[in-house]
């Protein structure tokens, strides 16, 4: 690319995966990527606010280095027409954003997220004559291109991109069958902060967090919703109760299950070793996993959660489920995975797991192979590359 590959871009990221003061904890994996970006280009970042959301009051404040932050609402009828949203988030980042768009001269589109986000934005990106690339993560493809008519406008945002980014090499594989060039499909993985995740003394990591010491600790980080395994985990739980009583089991997160897990909890009777923390800061969570005897994570889909990668860059091992690229992070010396909604195969890996001798220092050693400035490095290769009109050469992933 000559010259071009030290220009610098100016940059619009479009998604809903990002902190707003609606949501300040929301895309802390984005959050952490887009600033890094931000420090090598112009970067703005447009979030697409959920209309619910947005009139439901400000739940914090929000900063971010390096980039430009904006909103708009996302308007959309809330309990039908799902294949219809593509349209309506299109029509609501016009109505609201349309000639600030057109006169910002960008050299280039990040879309994040493929359903309605880059399905709309694709389309306005056509209009506007900008280059873009995609970026998925997990359920955008996995659930949402299971439907006809959702997974036609997620093929049309693939097929006219200038490249397309995943999280992992099934999420990659996904997106060629779904109808993207396979040439422009690159798999990067997230990274992670090595500051704020690195090994540390369990027993003074649960002194901070006010945690008694010795007992087994089982963590869930992640959105409380059955999709993400936390009920499962919730009933395999009592499994490993009969043989270790003192044994307790937290979720870090908060969502729609969180009423069903407390009343689970209580019917089981194990509503005493059961915490729900709610949601906490990202900048927090290097303790909670420092803390705990192991991740656990049975997931029904995903791309490579960032929480996976997170908790073995501090030690902890992981229990998780055998799907999207959790498989391509995880070794077997750093945790245990199982078939999804396997209820025996879950308790039985929640036992093993918890006797097992696991060798923290060689679990972190792996996770270090997860570098944000060698995702950047790739992202901004590629994004240079689109804005120049140009193929990106392919994008071989890190040797893990």
């Not at 889909?301 to 997170?310: D, F, R, S």
């Not at 945790?335 to 999804?340: E, F, K, R, T």
């Amino acid at each position: 690319m000559g010259d071009d590959v030290a220009k610098r871009l100016k940059i619009l990221i479009l998604t809903n995966l990002f902190p707003t003061p609606w949501d300040p904890l929301r895309g802390a994996f984005n959050r952490q990527q887009f600033e890094r970006l931000g420090a090598r280009h112009d970067v703005d970042v447009l979030t697409a606010v959920d209309f619910r959301e947005r009139f439901g009051g400000v739940r914090g404040n929000v900063h971010v280095d390096n980039v430009r932050t904006d909103h708009f609402v996302f308007v959309y009828p809330p309990r039908f027409g799902r294949s219809l949203h593509a349209f309506t988030w299109a029509i609501s980042l016009m109505l609201q954003r349309w000639r600030k768009l057109r006169r910002s001269g960008y050299d280039v589109l990040l879309l994040s997220w493929a359903y309605p986000d880059a399905a709309a934005a694709s389309w306005l990106a056509r209009r506007l004559k900008i280059p873009y690339v995609v970026k998925v993560h997990g359920s955008d493809l996995n659930v949402a291109a299971n439907f006809r008519l959702r997974r036609a406008q997620i093929r049309s945002a693939l097929k006219h991109a200038g490249a397309v980014v995943a999280v992992s090499k099934a999420l990659a594989e996904k997106a060629v069958t779904i109808g993207a060039d396979a040439a422009r499909v690159h798999t990067i993985y997230n990274g992670v902060d090595s500051e704020l995740f690195a090994p540390g003394e369990q027993t003074e990591a649960r002194a901070r967090l006010g945690l008694s010491s010795g007992a087994p600790l089982l963590l869930y980080v992640g959105n409380l919703k059955s999709t993400k395994g936390c009920v499962d985990l919730l009933d395999a739980f009592p499994a490993l109760l009969a043989q270790r009583p003192d044994a307790r089991l937290i979720f870090v997160g908060s969502g729609a299950s969180r009423a069903e897990l407390l009343e689970r909890a209580a019917a089981t009777g194990c509503a005493e070793r059961v915490t729900l923390m709610g949601a906490v800061a990202h900048g927090t969570l290097g303790d909670w996993f420092r803390a705990a005897d192991l991740l656990c994570l049975p997931s029904h889909n995903e791309g490579v959660p960032n929480v996976v990668l997170e908790a073995m860059a501090c030690g902890t091992p992981v229990v998780a489920t055998r799907v999207g690229g959790i498989p391509e992070v995880v070794p077997d010396d750093a945790g245990i995975l199982v078939p999804v909604q396997d209820r025996t195969a879950l308790e039985k890996a929640l036992l093993e797991a918890t006797a097992r001798s696991w060798d923290h220092a060689r679990i972190a050693a792996h996770a270090r192979g997860f570098r944000w400035s060698d995702n950047i490095d790739r992202l901004e290769q590629i994004l240079q590359s689109v804005a120049a009109g140009e193929r990106p050469a392919f994008v071989e992933t890190a040797n893990l």
